[in-house]
């Protein structure tokens, strides 16, 4: 059974920092290509960002140079940091397991939470 646990949501200024993590269990961890993906309220989820497991990553434009996708397949777990939070960031962030650099995966998180205030 394939489980996606997130982590390191909360409350932040804007202009803040925030690193959330996604612990997998159930898959072969490093054969995955991972993503983070959010929906604001009344909003369709977006991707943020994805990562292969050889490390490749892709971005949204909104996040380029302030988020950082990375992972650690020794502790299955992939991390997205993220800078330079506006309100606009507010949103619940959701990890994705499978697909590939291009496409979603089948497997999703629970979610956690992102607030950003101005």
């Known amino acids: 059974q394939v489980q996606l646990v997130e982590s390191g949501g909360g409350l932040v200024q804007a202009g803040g920092s925030l690193r959330l993590s996604c612990a997998a269990s159930?898959?072969?961890?490093?054969?995955?290509?991972m993503g983070w993906y959010r929906q604001a309220p009344g909003k369709q989820r977006e991707l943020v960002a994805r990562i292969t497991g050889g490390g490749s990553t892709k971005y949204a434009d909104s996040v380029k140079g302030r988020f950082t996708i990375s992972r650690d397949n020794a502790k299955n777990t992939v991390y997205l940091q993220m800078n330079g939070l506006t309100p606009e960031d507010t949103a619940v962030y959701y990890c994705n397991a499978g697909g590939t650099l291009w496409t979603i995966g089948n497997y999703w998180g629970q979610g956690t939470q992102v607030t950003v205030s101005s």
């Open positions: 159930g898959i072969l961890f490093s054969g995955h290509a």
